[in-house]
Every structure is written in C-alpha cells, then in structure tokens.
C-alpha cells in the first residue's frame, strides 16, 4: 500500500460517533478502515488527531486565483481539497470575446482583471480542462447565469425575448454537458438581476434535466430578506430544480435575531418535499465590490456605461439618493450606512492607502469608484453573531467560505473558515459537536454535488484527507492580519498526495476539475 495512517481518530463525514482505526491508502484510494497489520510505503502515525475526508468548500471565489498562485495555501492550509467555482452568476466561461472583456472588468474586486492568467479559453470545458493542466487542489463549476445573460442580452434591464431565452438554455445546457454540477445566478448584481423569475425557471429546469443545482446569491439578505429566500425556494419548486442557497445570511439592523424564522422557511420546505441545501461562513462580515452597492439601474450597459454615470453629476446624486435614501436594490434594500463600510483592496495599487479605512459619505465612494475603475473591495460590518450561531445548526447547513483572496486586507474568511468552524464554533463555543460539524464540511457537501467517491470516508473513496488536532486547531486569520495560516493542520492529502505535510505546503499540484458526468436528455 502507498499509506497507511495509524491510529486515527476516525471522522468518517456521515456525523456518527469518531473511532480509532488505521486508514490504508493505495492508487489514490481507500483501500481498508480498521486494525491493518500490513505496512505501506509511507506511514503517517496519527497518534490520536483526528482523520476527516478533505473539507468541501461550496462557495469560493478561487476562479483565477487557482490558476495564478500554484501554492494556494489560502484554502490548502485548511484543509480545503474542493473547491465550487462560478459563483454569484458571474464567471469567466461561457464568454465570447466581448463578454469575457466586460466580466474582466466588472468582477475584477473579486480576481483582478485576468491579464496574469492568460484567458485561453472560451467554453465551460476548455476552462476545466485549463484546471486539469494542475492545480493546488479541486474544483468543480458552476454555470454563471449573469455572464450567459451578459453574453445573450447584454447589461440591458430588459425581460429575454423567447429566442434570446433558447439561447441562453442552451449555452447552460452546454456547459452541463461539459462538466459543471449546476447553475448560479447573483440577483444583486448586474445583469443578472435583471432576469425575471420566468426566465430563470426557464434555464432551471435546463439544470434539472442535466441532474445539477440552482445555487442562488438571491434578491435581498436585507430588507425582505425572507421574501427573498421564499422567491428562490417557489422558483425551484416550479422548475422541478435542487436548490442550493448561497451564504445564507439574515443581515443589517432589520434581521437582527431573526435567524430563526429563515430556518422554519427552510423547514416547512423541506417537509413539503424540497431539494434543499444551503451554505454560510462563519462570520458576521460580509465582503464584496463597492459597486455592487450600487442600483441596478445604474449598471445598465456595463462597466463603461457605469463610470460614465459616476462622471455625470446630476446621474451621480441620483445614485447618491438610491444608496442613501430610498436603500439601492444593490445594497439588499437598506439605506447605506457608510460607517459599517470597510475598504479592503484596490485594483490600482495606488489607492493602497485607502485600505482599512471606513468611507466618510458617498463622494468619497465616488471618486474611489471612478478612480479604481471599480475594481474597489469591501467589507460591510452588517451580520449578527446570533444569526451566525442559529443558521449554523440546521440539517441542510454546509461550508462556504465566500473567500475573495485579492486585495491588501480581504475579509479572514478566505483563509479561515474551517479551521474557525472546528476551533472557534465546536471546541470553544459548543454551537456543533466535532461528527456533526465535519458533516457539515464534507459529507453533506458531497452529497449536494452528488459525487459518488467523495465526503466520505469509505474503502473505495478517493483520499482527499485532512489530519487535525481537535484541541489546537484554529484559524490564523483575523480582521488585522487576514492572511495568517491556520494552526492544529499538519497533513492535507489530495488522492494519497501529500499537499501539507507537517503543516508545510509542498509542490505537489493533485488537484484537478472534479465532473459531473451528466445524461444528455433533450432541452424541455
């Protein structure tokens, strides 16, 4: 055998009781659990840390950051051996020439602009198989539903004409068939959010004959939040589609211990026959581009048309007042509150010293917008740690760090989450016991993106493995110092690879597209 791990205090990923077996490892598989008596080329004396099939992150912004930093210790680290790509509607695949320049620019808070990577493809599959060329650790993709529409319709507030609908059925369908395991959409976003609920049933139901997901950042985590949450949870019903819920969050003042009410929405679902999953980090900031607060309306016509309209006075006071008035559709709702917004990464390293600094009103905004070119990353300190706490605990919950990794101080999610699961959530504060929450982070997971071989750990399934120590794990990250590494995770093994050994990074590049194989029925 190529490992045998000794005396491991066994987390299989179902939430049953921990036991100590050894693990035997061979051809990037598990061979046998239990009392092995027979050696392997390499041992791995566990002496009581804990063994857990590797953590599934299923909402990560790693999409050029996996192709640009072959060391990716910002998510191998802890103990990260899945990543789900595509998120929020926007992405880089499918995208002509003209659509994939516009994404460049109007997500480029969350990537930078691409220009280091070398965008040689154009399709959902020339994309993976880039990925297969090695990476740190494995990813799977979702459809972007903003840059099909992009692509289709443009950054147009308009309903899709019927053929324009066809058409961006069967560029998700394509992408299906290629490889990725559902569909997103942001609805907060431009312009994806400018679809109506017809159109995304329509390309719903497209995912559900391919057997994938619907992973909606939906309409509002602010006022009407729970509308918002019911709108996603009827729409998947409708179109006969799994549902996956993207950060659920019950944020600002008006959600305040209202984590609850979310959790008998979900429930009542459940009972009446929903395929229904969700995934939070566990914070209680939340992190995205400064532009993104902005209303829809003012992202009509894409990257171009909006720093037009930030030049424009009379359009930029008309902006001003949807942000701090009325509460824009790009800020869930609520009235912007300027103090609760951090800076924490520009485009243009220039502007660095705005980074950590909290915006004084809305003509500071302006100019770093126009300034940046949008590429400008925030935090907004708008969560609530009962929430946090409450949503947590539900059967449907799995992991997902959100993780945007650029900018001078990006959010410590990106670097901590798991290990602030396990450390911070079940050994200090008991919110989760230890079975329960690896559940949380891998089985369930796995059972969303119906993969067959991983989650779990079984003879038979692949060895995407983590080692930790219970009593010393914890996220080295924090709000003043985002980047530092977890502690208490000595070895990370991506199919029998050791990717961290002794809690060192090594060269070894496992990590490849993880696939769908999908029937290819006909487009109902």
Known sequence: MDLVVRGARVLDGTGGPAYTADVAVHDGRIVEIGRIRAGGRRTLDADGLALAPGFIDMHAHSDLALL???DHSAKAAQGVTLEVLGQDGLSYAPADERTLGEVRTAIAGWNGDGADVGMDWRTVGEYLDRLDRGIAVNAAYLVPQGTVRAQVVGWTDRPATAAEVDRMRELVAEGLRQGAVGMSSG?????????????????????????????PHHRSYGRGALRAYAEMIELARTAGCALHLAHATMN???????????LTLLDRALAAGADLTFDTYPYTAGSTTLVALLPSWAGEGGPDAVLARLADPASADRIRHALEVQGSDGCHGVPVDWRAVEISGTGDPALAHHVGRRLDG??????LL??????????????????????????????????????????????????????????????????????????????????????LLRPGFRADLVLFDPREIAAGSTYARPRALPAG????????????????????????????????????
């Open 187 to 215: 609805l907060t976003y431009t312009p994806g959010m400018y679809a109506d609920d017809a159109e995304l049933t329509a390309l719903c139901r497209v995912v559900a004959s391919y057997g994938g997901y619907y992973c």
């Open 362 to 367: 809305w003509e500071s905004a302006r100019r």
């Open 370 to 455: 126009i300034e940046d070119r949008l590429a400008t990353t925030v935090l907004q300190h708008v969560g609530h740690e009962e929430n946090v706490r409450t949503i947590m605990r539900h059967r449907a919950h799995t992991g997902g760090s959100d993780g945007i990794l650029r900018g001078a101080k990006p959010h410590p999610r990106a670097y901590g989450t798991f290990p602030h699961y396990l450390g911070h959530y079940v050994r200090e504060l008991g919110v989760l016991t230890l079975e329960e929450c690896v559940a949380h982070l891998t089985g369930r997971p796995a059972a969303r993106l119906r993969l067959p071989d991983r989650g």
């Open 68 to 70: 640009r930093d072959p």
């Open 489 to 524: 995770i000595p070895h990370v093994l991506i199919d029998g690879r050791p990717v961290i050994r002794d809690g060192r990074r090594t060269d070894v590049l496992a990590g490849r597209s993880v696939r769908r194989t999908p029937l290819a029925p006909p487009i109902r």
């Open 252 to 262: 600002f003042a008006e959600n305040a211990g209202r984590g609850g009410e979310l």
